[in-house]
Structures are given as structure tokens and as C-alpha cells.
């Protein structure tokens, strides 16, 4: 059974920085992409970013590029989520998730996770 549990969300303030994780398990390889996307109340799920299998490869939403970035553990099976500078539009639930398909929409990923919330106050 795959299971992908985030942690590391929290209450910051704007200007802050957080890191969240993502630790993988029943994956039965390490090759699957891995990507973080977020939800805010009443809004629907967005893309944050994505990174290969092999980690060589990312991928940014507009509106973190240059303020988060995602790097992985294929040997810890985690993938973290390093956000720097951060602002209100920022808060949201965080969602881990893996798939085959190194995408940006959400239907491209197989497996997700619970969510983990970040609430950035001005």
C-alpha cells in the first residue's frame, strides 16, 4: 500500500521561510516523479512544482519560481518542499504526490497525500 504522509506545514509569518516533507513509502521503485501541489479555501487544487525520478529535472509554478524549491532523497524515500519568502497567497493545504508522469495537473499523478496546512499571516 503506497503512502505519502507530508509534515513540516505551520503557522509563519509573511517574509518567512517553512520546509516541508514528504515521506514516501510502498512505492515499488524510486522511479516516480514527485510533486507538490496546495488548495486554498474555496479555490481549486494548483500545481506549486515537480521534480524527476532522478531528481535532474524541476518544474515551478509562476508564482513560487525563485522562492521554493524541491529537491528529493531517493535513499530516505523524501521529497521536501524548501519555501522561502513567503507570502499570504501562500496559505493553503499542501499535498504531496507521485506518478509516473512528470506533469502539472493534478490527473497526471497516481498518489497523494493527506495534506499538511500552511497558514502565512501578514
Known amino acids: 500500500q503506497v503512502q505519502l504522509v507530508e509534515s513540516g506545514g505551520g503557522l509563519v509569518q509573511a517574509g518567512d521561510s517553512l520546509r516541508l516533507s514528504c515521506a514516501a513509502s510502498?512505492?515499488?521503485?524510486?522511479?516516480?516523479?514527485m510533486g507538490w501541489f496546495r488548495q486554498a479555501p474555496g479555490k481549486g487544487r494548483e500545481f506549486v512544482g515537480a521534480i524527476r525520478w532522478s531528481g535532474a529535472t524541476t518544474e515551478y509554478a509562476d508564482s513560487v519560481k525563485g522562492r521554493f524549491t524541491i529537491s528529493r532523497d531517493n535513499a530516505k524515500n523524501t521529497v521536501y518542499l524548501q519555501m522561502t519568502n513567503l507570502k499570504p497567497e501562500d496559505t493553503a493545504v499542501y499535498y504531496c504526490?507521485?506518478?509516473?508522469?512528470?506533469?502539472?495537473?493534478?490527473?497526471?499523478?497516481?498518489?497523494w497525500g493527506q495534506g499538511t496546512q500552511v497558514t502565512v499571516s501578514s
Open positions: 510502498g512505492l515499488t521503485s524510486s522511479f516516480y516523479n
Open positions: 504526490t507521485a506518478g509516473r508522469i512528470f506533469g502539472v495537473t493534478a490527473s497526471q499523478y497516481t498518489y
